[in-house]
């Protein structure tokens, strides 16, 4: 019996069917002293090295578990970088230059139904004010009227300044629900409502996270935000009062400015 079990492990290996196969390569980062942290899967252990740092690892071979293998970079100030470990190749020297971490504070206003510097809309059935953040926009609606009101969220929609349509879900809605149908919210008479919302497509699973995250509504993060200055995005939110639709409150917005922060 021992014999048959040490005669398939040779052949094991001599066939090339190891689970594993090892990979050894270099890491230069700019600026360097960066954190790199290696995740091979497959319950094998996590490495930490600082760069530049001479790495050897296992990769598995199953390609399942071989996506989820990955070399993550991290430094100070800067934005971290994730690397695919299926990716590198044997003997290979990378070289990864980390971009810095800068933020732009972006201002806005209201170009319709009306011009409002303070991103606020009144008539005689709501005042609604709404405030686009970084992540997330956020919607304080009041209802002025003696009758409920509700927002048809599933019939919702935001116009990016790419001009590109998305679903918009609010908070109350949890993130693995975001794709499925989204009942409408009611406001009493005379009530208010302070809600957030996101485009469904802005939410995503993060396995570094093990967790729902959700991208940045405009790229603030890099020097890219100074091309927003003039750009133009919408939010169509329909109401129902008394069982007819108001399809009027589409709220288009324009970027004003881009200012960097220091």
């Known amino acids: 019996m021992k014999k048959a ?22 890491v230069i980062v700019e600026p360097p002293d960066a954190d ?39 430094r100070d100030a800067y934005k971290p970088k994730t690397i695919g470990l299926g990716n590198i190749e044997e003997g290979e020297t990378l070289r990864v230059r980390l971009d810095k971490i800068v933020h732009y504070h972006l201002t806005y206003r209201m170009l319709g139904p009306v011009q409002s510097d303070i991103l606020r809309y009144r008539d005689k059935v709501v005042d609604v004010s709404i405030t686009p953040g970084d992540f997330r926009f956020s919607l304080s609606i009041t209802n002025l009227t003696q009758k409920p009101l509700k927002i048809l969220w599933q019939q919702a929609q935001y116009i990016d300044y790419q001009n590109r349509q998305h679903r918009i879900v ?9 794709n499925s149908l989204i009942p409408p919210q009611e406001i009493p008479a005379g009530g208010k409502l302070e809600q957030d919302f996101v485009p469904v497509s802005a939410i995503f699973y993060s ?56």
């Not at 052949?11 to 594993?20: D, H, K, P, R, W």
């Not at 930490?48 to 199953?62: F, G, L, M, N, W």
């Not at 396995?207 to 995005?233: C, H, I, M």
């Open 36 to 74: 790199i942290t290696v995740v091979p899967a497959a319950n094998l252990p996590v490495q930490k090295y600082r760069s530049p740092a001479e790495i050897t690892v296992s990769v598995p071979k199953d390609p399942d578990l071989a996506s989820k293998s990955r070399m993550e970079i991290k």
């Open 207 to 262: 396995p570094e996270k093990k967790g729902y995250d959700t991208r940045l509504l405009f790229p603030v993060d890099s020097d890219l935000a100074l091309a927003l200055k003039g750009r133009t995005f919408s939010l169509f939110l329909p109401l129902e009062i008394d069982r007819a639709i108001i399809p009027d409150y589409n709220f288009r917005f324009q970027v004003v400015e881009a200012i960097k922060e220091q």
């Open 5 to 26: 079990l040490l005669l398939f492990c040779i052949l094991v290996v001599s066939t090339g069917c190891a689970t594993e196969v090892r990979k050894r390569f270099t």
């Open 170 to 178: 609010h908070s109350g809605i949890k993130p693995q629900d975001r």
